[in-house]
């Protein structure tokens, strides 16, 4: 069984930067896509990031485009999300996702597996 552990959330400033982790286990990962969703209190969980197999494409939500950088590591099976210029509209659970059968997929339901999630939490 595959299993997704994110590190590396935190209390940041407006403006500030943070560099989130996921380490995968229990899976070859490199044969999956790999997300990064959040969820801001009281709100639905929605897509942030995704990158391919490989780390040669990956697209972003309108909303990070710019200041968010998603990276993969399949030699030590990890993702990094590092995140800049920090809003406090950015403050939210974040979770790490992967998948194999929509490359590209915003949808939660094309994921198979995910983490517990990391908590950001951008003061203003």
């Known amino acids: 069984q595959g299993q997704l ?6 209390l940041v400033q407006a403006g500030g930067s943070l560099r989130l982790s996921c380490a995968a286990s229990g899976r070859t990962f490199s044969n999956y896509y790999m997300g990064w969703f ?5 709100k639905e969980r929605e897509f942030v990031t ?9 697209y972003y ?3 990070v485009r ?8 399949n030699a030590k099976n990890t993702v990094y ?3 800049n210029s920090l809003k406090p509209e950015g403050t939210a659970v974040y979770y790490c996702a992967a998948g194999r059968t929509k490359w590209g997929s915003t ?6 597996y995910w983490g517990q999630g990391t908590q950001v939490t951008v003061s203003s």
């Open 61 to 63: 939500a309108d909303s």
């Open 81 to 83: 999300l590092q995140m």
């Open 66 to 73: 710019g200041r968010f950088t998603i990276s993969r590591d």
């Open 107 to 112: 949808s939660l339901s094309e994921y198979d």
């Open 38 to 42: 959040r969820q801001p209190p009281g």
């Open 50 to 58: 995704v990158i391919s197999w490989i780390g040669s494409a990956a």
């Open 5 to 10: 552990v994110e590190s590396g959330g935190g």
